[in-house]
């Protein structure tokens, strides 16, 4: 029989910020799965197409700015993209080092195939769109001094 030792409250897993987070995000991907099944996408090709649906033709390093993603992890993501047939990568002719991504036509298709995700994923939640709007608000709020922090502290 495991020995129960006093918890330190700030140690017990059902306080932590980051776990709810963390659960939070599986729970989401877990809805988001067959949703994007049906659009032949993983949850990162999803954000990808989301960026470029926003602005085609942009560079690499401006979608991993946009999701938070090193090239070391977008790069894969973008070859199963163009290999799908959703999206083309260029050179930028005017700096060759830059490579840029657009959409294909199958690509700008699948766009009008997502619209229904938004809608199912706010369905399941059984929030108002005001609630989750909050909520994204403050998740964002806290992603941004969480990383402000991190770049205070590699500053010094």
């Not at 993983?42 to 470029?52: A, H, I, K």
């Not at 997502?114 to 608000?137: G, Q, R, W």
Request: aromatic content about 6%; proline content about 6%; glycine content about 4%.
């Amino acid at each position: 029989m495991a020995r129960k030792h006093p918890a330190d409250p700030q140690l017990l897993l059902g306080n932590q910020i980051c776990f709810a987070v963390y659960s939070t995000a599986h729970a989401f991907n877990r809805v988001y799965k067959p949703l994007l099944d049906r659009l032949g996408l993983t949850y990162p090709q999803y954000l990808v197409m989301l960026v470029l649906w926003e602005g085609d033709g942009l560079p690499v390093k401006d979608i991993g700015e946009r999701l938070f993603l090193d090239s070391g992890t977008l790069t894969p993501l973008l070859k199963r993209l163009e290999v799908a047939q959703l999206v083309k990568r260029t050179r930028n002719t005017e700096d060759e080092r830059q490579v840029l991504i657009s959409l294909t036509p199958q690509g700008q298709a699948l766009q009008e195939k997502a619209k229904s995700v938004p809608h199912a994923i706010l369905a399941a939640s059984a929030c108002s769109v005001p609630e989750l709007l909050a909520t994204k608000n403050q998740l964002t709020a806290l992603r941004d001094r969480l990383n402000a922090a991190l770049e205070d502290s590699s500053a010094q």
